[in-house]
């Protein structure tokens, strides 16, 4: 009798729903986790181009996420003619009018707990609802999954001169206002990616890679911005021009984004540039000559010079990962990465969070509103923000954020925290910078993911940036989006 009982309570573990986790502690400076549950001895390798690799969460159903071909159908909002990869018929670059790739993310159910310093301690996900856990935010009920574009929105301006998620072409980047003219073009429920996406592939990255530095994960996604001096300064006998340390991170080939400090000691965008020869010189390092760049006119008004990979056409990474779920197309510096069916999560341009505002008031404080309700959502008007968002009250510095993105269990959704507030954990644990002065007035900011790594000072990927809607030029303008649909 004792031995039958104790098979049954066996199998009913088993046969029960599976739940995959990963612990954290809360007492320790390691980002590293322990996997638990059913998660326990399995491995999630990351890929490099088209090598084969073990991800044992592969065989998952929640992390599976295939990609499609699919029409949108404004007229009955859902998505219709679905071929998947693999059928005869499925392209990433498709021209028929409203065809779009994408990727289908199944419904989960996850549980987040955080110590009492409000340190993540422990996340959990599972396949089926389970008393204590929580349906993840992107779903409307527990059946019915959910469609999202594979690529950053770019625009073809061969076929339609809308945008759309397929392969090809160099992500937009654009002001808030545009991005709004841009999703009433597309369709009617166009809309931009909001939280709820980036809250729900936190809890699957965590669990899948057991860190909370997931950056260090996706090797070859992203570098500092490597410092350029003049050669000349240094030997007389090179030639003048920009230079690198030997060895450089970059190669003939290889478009980049030069950026420049005209003596205010800031760096901003100078131009981008196709690197046309790299020649070493002993004890001095690389000479990069750019194709186009005008040397006299740069030295004549800028100080110092520093040089960050140019954002990658989109299809780079999904055609190059063929044989896996996650990876980055190469090995060398800045590699696009696809992670799960979403390319370039981070790392290419940055994502406007329309459900996020921020006032920046003249104190120094700050007001985060969270839309709960997609009908509120408008990120062109900031009443809709302060009339029916939910208020969260945040302390900022004075002229500096330097910011992440800390998860919260009870709101289901991701909101911005202070670096240097140790009790919480960031939002892929990488560093922004952003500078605004208010000017003794209050400043209405707009709040993004992801990269934006042509206008930044420093890096930023996989962070919040503040925006500052004072400056119209520059950073104001540098926004990128993922094109999402309200379906029914």
């Not at 690198?244 to 080939?253: A, E, F, N, Q």
């Not at 996650?326 to 800045?334: D, V």
């Amino acid at each position: 009798m004792i031995k039958r009982i104790r098979q049954a309570a066996f199998l009913e573990g088993i046969t029960g729903p599976c739940v995959w986790s990963v612990r954290f502690d809360p007492d320790s400076d390691s980002p590293v986790g322990i996997r638990a549950d059913a998660a326990v001895s399995m491995v999630a390798e990351v890929a490099v181009g088209s090598e084969k690799v073990r991800n044992d969460f592969d065989e998952i159903s929640i992390f599976k996420r295939p990609l499609f071909n699919a029409t949108w159908n404004d007229m009955d909002y859902c998505w219709e003619d679905l071929v998947e990869r693999g059928e005869a018929g499925f392209t990433l670059s498709p021209t028929e009018e409203g065809r779009e790739v994408v990727y289908r993310s199944t419904p989960f159910w996850y549980r987040l707990e955080l110590s009492d310093t409000g340190r993540i301690c422990y996340v959990s996900v599972s396949e089926s609802e389970i008393a204590g856990y929580k349906l993840a935010p992107m779903f409307r009920d527990g059946n019915t999954p959910v469609y999202r574009s594979v690529f950053e929105a770019a625009i073809d301006e061969n076929w339609d001169g809308l945008i759309h998620s397929r392969a090809g072409f160099i992500p937009v980047e654009a002001s808030p206002d545009d991005w709004r003219d841009h999703m009433n073009m597309r369709a009617e429920r166009a809309c931009s990616e909001s939280g709820a996406e980036w809250f729900s592939d936190y809890l699957l990255l965590l669990v899948e890679f057991a860190t909370l530095n997931l950056q260090s994960v996706m090797h070859g996604v992203c570098d500092d911005p490597v410092t350029l001096f003049d050669g000349w300064d240094v030997d007389g006998s090179c030639p003048k021009g920009l230079y690198t340390k030997s060895p450089s991170p970059y190669i003939k080939g290889d478009r980049v984004v030069l950026l420049a400090d005209s003596g205010m000691d800031e760096f901003s965008h100078y131009g981008e540039y196709t690197i046309s020869k790299v020649t070493s010189y002993r004890g001095v390092g690389d000479h990069l000559v750019f194709e186009g760049l005008d040397l006299e006119d740069l030295f004549l008004r800028t100080l110092g010079w520093k040089v960050i990979p140019a954002r990658a056409r989109t299809g780079e990474a999904i055609s190059a990962v063929t044989n896996a779920s996650s990876g980055c197309a190469s090995a060398r510096h800045a590699a696009p990465i696809v992670w799960r069916g979403k390319e370039n999560p981070w790392g290419n341009t940055s994502t406007l969070l329309t459900d996020y505002a921020l006032k920046i008031k003249q104190g120094g404080n700050a007001q985060l509103y969270h839309l709960n309700s997609e009908s509120f959502l408008d990120f062109f008007y900031e009443e809709n923000y302060s009339t029916c968002g939910e208020e969260y009250p945040l302390p900022v510095k004075e002229d500096s954020f330097v910011m992440g993105m800390a998860a919260s269990p009870e709101k289901n959704f991701l909101y911005p925290v202070l670096f240097d507030d140790t009790a919480l954990d960031r939002y892929f644990t990488t560093r922004c910078s952003r500078y605004g002065r208010n000017n003794n007035r209050d400043l209405f900011c707009v709040i993004t993911v992801g990269g934006d790594n042509r206008k930044a000072i420093g890096t930023n990927f996989a962070t919040m940036e503040f925006v500052n809607s004072a400056d119209p030029g520059g950073k104001w303008s540098c926004i990128g989006s993922r094109l999402a649909f309200k379906e029914e």
